[in-house]
C-alpha cells in the first residue's frame, strides 16, 4: 500500500532554535497535511496543502507540498517550549482515507 | 462544541472477552475511520467508512470489526481481544468537499490493555 517516510524521527532542539521535518513517498498525494498531538490527546489539524508547490503559513509553521506531490516539509520558526509533541504528515491515498508517517517526537530545551 | 467523543478513555480486559469502543461525531461527517497507535509505528488505519452502511478495511483490520448503521456512530468491536491488540486507539470523522478530505478532527483517544 501507499506509504509515508517522515524524518527526522526525533528532534531534541533549544528553545529559539528553527525545526524542519519533511515527508516523502514513492506515490503521489493530492492531499498533505500536517498534525500535531500533545500527551494524552488526539492529533490536532496544523496545516492542509492541496495544491503542489504551495506554500501555507500558520503562526510560526510554514508547510510546503512538493512540487512532485510526493513530499512535504514543516518548518517552526523560533520554537518554543509548548511546541513539544509529536508532529505527524498524512496524505490523502488513493481511496480518500489519510495515510500517516510514523511522526517526529519534537522536544525542546528552555 | 464540534467534536468527536470516544468511550472509554481507559479500559483493561482479559483476553477473549467481547468489548465495544463507541465513536461519535457531532459535525455530521460522512467519513470517519479508526486508528491504532503503536510507538515506533505511528497511526495505522484499522477501518473506515465513506458513508453509512459503507465500511472498507485498512491496513490493520484482522482482529477488528466495525459497523455504521448511522452518520454519526462508528463503534469500534474486538469479538475476541488478544494481549497484540493493546494500544492507543483514535477515531476521526471528516467532512469532503470538492477538493476532497479537509482533514480529519480526532477523537481523544481509548488506551485499551488486553492482559
Known amino acids: 500500500g501507499q506509504q509515508l517516510n517522515q524524518s527526522p524521527q526525533s528532534m531534541f532542539i533549544q528553545e529559539g532554535e528553527d525545526v524542519s521535518m519533511n515527508c516523502t513517498s514513492s506515490?503521489?498525494?493530492?492531499?498533505w497535511l500536517w498534525y500535531k498531538q500533545e500527551p494524552g490527546e488526539g492529533p490536532v489539524l496544523l496545516i492542509a496543502l492541496y495544491k503542489a508547490g504551495e506554500l501555507t503559513s500558520n503562526g510560526r509553521l510554514t508547510a510546503q507540498f512538493g512540487i512532485t506531490r510526493k513530499d512535504s516539509f514543516l518548518n517552526i520558526s523560533a520554537s518554543i517550549p509548548s511546541d513539544v509533541g509529536i508532529y505527524f504528515c498524512a496524505g490523502r491515498g488513493s481511496q480518500g482515507n489519510l495515510i500517516f508517517g510514523k511522526g517526529t517526537k519534537l522536544s525542546v530545551k528552555p | 462544541e464540534a467534536q468527536v467523543t470516544q468511550n472509554p478513555r481507559y479500559l483493561i480486559t482479559v483476553t477473549g472477552k467481547k468489548l465495544t469502543v463507541t465513536c461519535s461525531q457531532n459535525?455530521?461527517?460522512?467519513?470517519m475511520s479508526w486508528y491504532r497507535q503503536d510507538p515506533g509505528l505511528g497511526l495505522r488505519q484499522i477501518y473506515y467508512s465513506m458513508n453509512v452502511e459503507v465500511t472498507d478495511k485498512g491496513d490493520v483490520p484482522e482482529g477488528y470489526k466495525v459497523s455504521r448503521k448511522e452518520k454519526r456512530n462508528f463503534p469500534l468491536i474486538l469479538e475476541s481481544p488478544s494481549p497484540n491488540q493493546t494500544s492507543l486507539y483514535f477515531c476521526a470523522s471528516s467532512s469532503s468537499g470538492a477538493v476532497g478530505i479537509y482533514g480529519y478532527t480526532f477523537g481523544s483517544g481509548t488506551r485499551l490493555t488486553v492482559v
Open positions: 459535525m455530521n461527517h460522512e467519513y
Open positions: 506515490s503521489i498525494f493530492n492531499t
